[in-house]
């Protein structure tokens, strides 16, 4: 059984930080785009980032993102990261991890294949 659980979310200030995980069980993500979606109440799941587990470790930020947030891997443990700083209140959302058998990163949630159950991120003003 595939599975992707996400972890790490929680209430943080403006101007803050917060890392969340993404492990995966069932599925070894050596061949997977592994990507972040976020979705805020009335709103459409948006993409935020993903990466690409080929070789050239390939990343694309939503640019409402760049500079603020890092994805990273480890394949040993099987797990993507997301590093999240300088967080504004309007990066409230539920924060989902997702993949899908390939080496384009998509940005549209149709393409994934997988998804975790999300994990709230909130930021005060």
């Known amino acids: 059984q595939v599975q992707l659980v996400e972890s790490g979310g929680g209430l943080v200030q403006a101007g803050g930080s917060l890392t969340l995980s993404c492990a995966a069980s069932?599925?070894?993500?050596?061949?997977?785009?592994v990507a972040w979606f976020r979705q805020a109440p009335g709103k459409e799941r948006e993409f935020v980032v993903g990466?690409?587990?080929?070789?050239?470790?390939?990343?694309r930020y939503a640019d409402s993102v760049k500079g603020r947030f890092t994805i990273s891997r480890n394949n040993a443990r099987n797990t993507v990261y997301l590093y999240m700083n300088s967080l504004k209140p309007e990066d409230t959302a539920v924060y989902y991890c997702?993949?899908?058998?390939?080496?384009?990163?998509?940005?549209?949630?149709?393409?994934?294949?997988?998804w975790g159950q999300g994990t709230q991120v909130t930021v005060s003003s």
């Open positions: 069932g599925l070894r993500l050596t061949k997977d785009v």
């Open positions: 997702a993949s899908h058998p390939s080496v384009v990163i998509t940005t549209s949630p149709l393409s994934y294949q997988y």
């Open positions: 990466i690409s587990w080929s070789s050239n470790n390939n990343t």
